[in-house]
């Protein structure tokens, strides 16, 4: 199961740098996703990385702004948030998958994750 951790409350143009580490598994080899769910809202993608996107595959709203990136001499997974919006507030959570490769029809869903992290609160407020 992924581990969240890096949340916190910044102020509009900051950066939060969040980490996805895994146990008993090792996420190189899975596709790994970060997802964000504001209340009274469905859950969203906000960067995917597996093999087949290379760099990351990102929704209009982040571009730009966020990077997911891997470390896989820590087994960890990082989303680096910069010029944070307000609208970015939500729990942010880290999921993964063994099977999922995306593509340009798939994006970054978190119908395609099976494993999920409990989540961390990221706010963004003045």
């Known amino acids: 199961q992924p581990v969240e951790s890096g949340g916190g409350l910044v102020q509009p143009g900051g950066s939060l740098t969040l980490s996805c580490v895994a146990s008993?598994?090792?996420?190189?080899?899975?596709?790994v996703g970060w997802f964000r769910q504001a209340p009274g809202k469905e859950r969203e993608g906000v960067g995917c990385?597996?093999?087949?996107?290379?760099?990351?595959y990102y929704p209009d709203s982040v571009k730009g702004r966020f990077t997911i990136s891997r470390d896989n001499f820590r087994n960890t997974v990082y989303l680096q948030m910069n010029n944070l919006k307000p609208e970015d507030t939500g729990v942010y959570y880290c999921?993964?998958?063994?099977?999922?490769?995306?593509?340009?029809?798939?994006?970054?869903?978190?119908?395609?994750?099976?494993?999920w992290g409990q989540g961390t609160q990221v706010s963004v407020s003045s």
């Open positions: 008993g598994f090792t996420l190189e080899n899975w596709a």
């Open positions: 999921a993964a998958d063994v099977n999922f490769l995306g593509g340009s029809d798939y994006g970054c869903s978190p119908v395609y994750f099976t494993s």
């Open positions: 990385i597996t093999n087949r996107y290379g760099s990351g």
